[in-house]
Each structure stands twice: as C-alpha cells, then as structure tokens.
C-alpha cells in the first residue's frame, strides 16, 4: 500500500480534528526521526495509521480485540486498545517485516519497557504534536529536540498527573515505562 492511500484510509476513518492530529503526529515524528536517526518513510507510515480505530464504538474494538492478540491487561482499559488494533490493521496492510514499527503503534498510548527508538519517536509525537495543548507541553517540545528519553519521561509524568488528577485507573506498564526512562537518565 502507498503512503497516498494509507492517507485516504485514515480520512475515512477520522473525524477532521483528529483527522488534523494525526497530520500533526506525521510532522513530529518526521522531525524526531531525522533529529534521532530514524527511518523516516516508515515511522511516517506508523504515524499516520496509529489511531486508525481511534474513533471505533467500544464494542467495535471489543470484537476485534478478540481476533488479535493483545497485551496483557490492555483489554481492561478501552481506550488503551486502539493501539494494538491498529498495529494489526498495519501488518495486514504492510505485511509482517515491519515489527519495530508495528510495536511503535501498538504501545503509542502505553509506552513499555526497553522501548526501541521508533517506539519512544511514536509515543513522544503523539503526545507534542503542535495541535496539542496541555500544561507542560511546551517545555517537553523543548525537551524534545535535546534529549528523547527525557522528553518522553517527562510526557509520561504529565499524562499520569492527568489521569490522576482526573481519578482514572493507571496502567502498570505506563508506570513501569516511566520509571525505566528516568532511570536511564541517571
Ligand atoms: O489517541 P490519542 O488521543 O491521540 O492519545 P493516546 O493514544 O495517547 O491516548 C488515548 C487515551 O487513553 C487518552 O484519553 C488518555 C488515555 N490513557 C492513556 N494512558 C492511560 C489512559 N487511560 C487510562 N485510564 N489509563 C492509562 O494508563
Ligand atoms: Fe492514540
Ligand atoms: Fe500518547
Ligand atoms: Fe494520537
């Protein structure tokens, strides 16, 4: 599949503003890849699928959930699944050579330990694309373009502030993911 008919798919499958998100991850991930030494035409690709099923009903994702495997305890937290959906979505697409990538998209939301490059490239895009205001953001942008283990550790530190602030369950691996990047900064 061509990079122009990824791009109609994913039109199709988002609203315009999320739509407007996912062109923002393709820019950010475009930018850290070549800042960071990462194949750029390929985290393109991840960038742009990563929330193809964004927008599914939960019981859409639920269904599909049951055909894949997912990661243990992802199922537990809807919004977390949309990950690896669409991770699978990418190797039908894509085909199965293309695991590094696939792993970016699948733990997008999550994070994971001993991330590879294009996982923390994908996660930390997401999360400072330029339509995206929170807190923080700003100096995490800043981060970005000195330090990409910094940066994602401190993206992951506002996104569990915000879940706890907003008395969300937290997901381990998040947790996990988290402490791991800060430790490597040590
Ligand atoms: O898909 P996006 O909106 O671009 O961003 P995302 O994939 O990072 O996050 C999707 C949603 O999942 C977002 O509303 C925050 C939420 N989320 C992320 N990590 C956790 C979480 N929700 C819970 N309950 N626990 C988590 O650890
Ligand atoms: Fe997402
Ligand atoms: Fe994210
Ligand atoms: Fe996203």
């Known amino acids: 599949m061509t990079e122009e008919t990824l791009v109609e798919k994913v039109r199709d499958a988002l609203s315009p503003s999320r739509f407007r998100h996912t062109e923002g991850v393709v820019k950010t991930t475009e930018a850290l890849a070549k800042r960071y030494g990462e194949d750029v035409e390929w985290a393109r690709l991840g960038a742009w699928i990563h929330d193809i099923a964004r927008e599914w009903p939960i019981a859409q994702l639920e ?13 537990l937290i ?24 696939e792993n970016a998209i699948r733990f997008h939301t999550t994070g994971r330990l001993a991330m590879s490059k294009m996982e923390m490239i994908l996660c930390l895009a997401d999360a400072i694309e330029p339509s995206r205001q929170y807190p923080g953001v700003d100096d995490i942008r800043e981060l970005a373009d000195r330090d990409l283990t910094e940066a994602l550790a401190a993206s992951m530190d506002s996104t569990i502030l915000y879940l706890l602030e907003r008395h969300q369950p937290i997901f381990p691996l998040t947790v996990m993911a988290r402490n791991e990047l800060w430790e490597r900064k040590i």
């Open 78 to 101: 809807p919004n977390l699944l949309h990950g690896p959906i669409a991770a699978s979505i990418f190797r039908d697409w894509f085909g199965p050579d293309h695991t590094d990538v």
């Open 63 to 75: 269904q599909y959930a049951e055909q894949i495997e997912i990661p243990s305890g992802f199922a």
